[in-house]
């Protein structure tokens, strides 16, 4: 963020006094989406209620951290997407659907044209039947693509356990994460 901030500084879009700069550079991301959530929800015109339904929906996931400390066996998967954008937030671009399995380091992927709910069911049909174990229990991200109704019948329906990680917190899926510099990107 201090990359941002000194850019707009240096090209005179942004002055701000010293203890006004000292407090942008240390409010936490949660902070910054809670405090642009009433502006997001009106650009977007989304509701409170579709907000509600959506936190309905995360709070039917439970939450996996890093901490958890547990040796899973084969089967256990962090799954994650990988836009392939070179950097860039504009536009479209396809992604990578990566499964990661915790207890031996196996890892499968398969490209998706866009980050998408039913799409990332049909990849995980895909994904099912290349992997050398059963997939007993995915950890997803926040990710929309993932927090939704959907998945959670799919992982119902297949017998998968099916948890999440901590918002804005990498090292809750750090197995995928390290797999995504290494082997995806």
């Known amino acids: 963020m201090i990359d941002y901030v000194e850019s707009l500084e240096r090209h005179g879009h942004l002055n701000l006094n010293s203890e006004l700069r000292k407090k942008l550079l240390s409010v936490s991301a949660a902070t910054i989406d809670r405090i642009l959530t009433p502006m997001r929800m009106k650009a977007y015109g989304r509701s409170q209620r579709w907000r509600k339904s959506g936190m309905k929906v995360k709070s ?32 479209s671009c396809v992604h990578s659907l990566v499964l ?39 950890d997803t991200d ?13 992982c119902q329906s297949h017998d998968v356990k099916f948890t999440r990680s901590r918002a804005y917190l990498k090292n809750d899926q750090a197995w995928i994460e390290q797999k995504n510099g290494a082997v995806v990107r």
């Open 60 to 91: 039917q996931i439970p939450v996996r951290t890093s901490a958890d400390g547990d040796e899973p066996e084969p089967g256990y998967f962090e799954t994650d997407l990988v836009a392939h954008n070179g950097g860039l937030s504009a536009g």
């Open 100 to 138: 990661t399995d915790i207890c031996s380091g196996w890892t499968e992927c398969v490209a998706l044209v866009a980050r998408e709910q039913t799409l990332v069911l049909e990849a995980l049909e895909v994904l099912r039947s290349q992997l050398p174990v059963p997939l007993l229990w995915i």
């Open 142 to 154: 926040n990710d929309g693509a993932f927090i939704n109704e959907s998945l959670i019948k799919y």
